[in-house]
T-cell receptor, first 113, second 114 residues
Framework: AQTVTQSQPEMSVQEAETVTLSCTYDTSESDYYLFWYKQPPSRQMILVIRQEAYKQQNATENRFSVNFQKAAKSFSLKISDSQLGDAAMYFCAYHRDTDKLIFGTGTRLQVFP | EPEVTQTPSHQVTQMGQEVILRCVPISNHLYFYWYRQILGQKVEFLVSFYNNEISEKSEIFDDQFSVERPDGSNFTLKIRSTKLEDSAMYFC????????????FGSGTRLTVV
C-alpha cells in the first residue's frame, strides 16, 4: 500500500528566507502524481503545486518549487522569500489511478518577521 | 475562480442524531469526494463518487455513512447515528479529471458531536 511520510511536524523560517519541507513516499508504481497542499488557519485545503512522476523537470509555481527525486521517492517543497501569509500546515499527497488522495501527516510552518 | 461550497461551516449535534453535510461541487466536475480530518491529525479519505455511484470507499465509511447527489448540483454526506468519534472537519472535493490535476476542496464543515 502507498504511504506518505512527512518527518518534520514543525518548521520555522524568518520572513524573506527560504525553507524546505520534506516528504517521502512509498509506492511500487511508476506513474503517479504528487501534490503539496496548504492548510491555513481557515482550514481550507489549497493546492500549492503538482508534480507528474513521468516528468523529470521539477515543478515551479512562483516562490514554490519542488525537488522531485523519483528513485529516492522524495518530494520536497521549497518556499523562497517566505512571507507571513505562508504560515500554515503543509500536506504532501500522493495520487495514482485510484480515486483517493493519500496525505502525509503534515508539517506546520511558522514564519517569523 | 470556481469554488466548492460547503454548508454549514459548523454543526453541533447530539450523539445518536442524524446529520447531513452539504456540498456544491464545481459545476463541470464529474468526480466527487469526502475526506475528514480529526483535529490535529491527518486528512483521511472517506468516499469517492462518480456517475451517480460510489467508486471507492474507505474502512471508515461504514453503514452509518451514505452519500447522495440528489439533484445534479448538490453532493451530500449523511451520518445516520453520530458518535463522539465522528467529531471532525469534513471536506468535500471535486475534480474534472479524476484528480490528476489536483482536487478542489471546499472550506469544510466542522462537525461537533456532544
Amino acid at each position: 500500500a502507498q504511504t506518505v511520510t512527512q518527518s518534520q511536524p514543525e518548521m520555522s523560517v524568518q520572513e524573506a528566507e527560504t525553507v524546505t519541507l520534506s516528504c517521502t513516499y512509498d509506492t511500487s508504481e511508476s506513474d503517479y502524481y504528487l501534490f503539496w497542499y496548504k492548510q491555513p488557519p481557515s482550514r481550507q485545503m489549497i493546492l500549492v503545486i503538482r508534480q507528474e512522476a513521468y516528468k523529470q523537470q521539477n515543478a515551479t509555481e512562483n516562490r514554490f518549487s519542488v525537488n522531485f527525486q523519483k528513485a529516492a521517492k522524495s518530494f520536497s517543497l521549497k518556499i523562497s522569500d517566505s512571507q507571513l501569509g505562508d504560515a500554515a500546515m503543509y500536506f504532501c499527497a500522493y495520487h495514482r489511478d485510484t480515486d483517493k488522495l493519500i496525505f502525509g501527516t503534515g508539517t506546520r510552518l511558522q514564519v517569523f518577521p | 475562480e470556481p469554488e466548492v461550497t460547503q454548508t454549514p461551516s459548523h454543526q453541533v449535534t447530539q450523539m445518536g442524531q442524524e446529520v447531513i453535510l452539504r456540498c456544491v461541487p464545481i459545476s463541470n466536475h464529474l468526480y466527487f469526494y469526502w475526506y475528514r480530518q480529526i483535529l490535529g491529525q491527518k486528512v483521511e479519505f472517506l468516499v469517492s463518487f462518480y456517475n451517480n455511484e460510489i467508486s471507492e470507499k474507505s474502512e471508515i465509511f461504514d453503514d452509518q455513512f451514505s452519500v447522495e447527489r440528489p439533484d445534479g448540483s448538490n453532493f451530500t454526506l449523511k451520518i445516520r447515528s453520530t458518535k463522539l468519534e465522528d467529531s471532525a472537519m469534513y471536506f468535500c472535493a471535486s475534480s474534472g479529471d479524476r484528480g490528476f490535476y489536483g482536487y478542489t476542496f471546499g472550506s469544510g464543515t466542522r462537525l461537533t458531536v456532544v
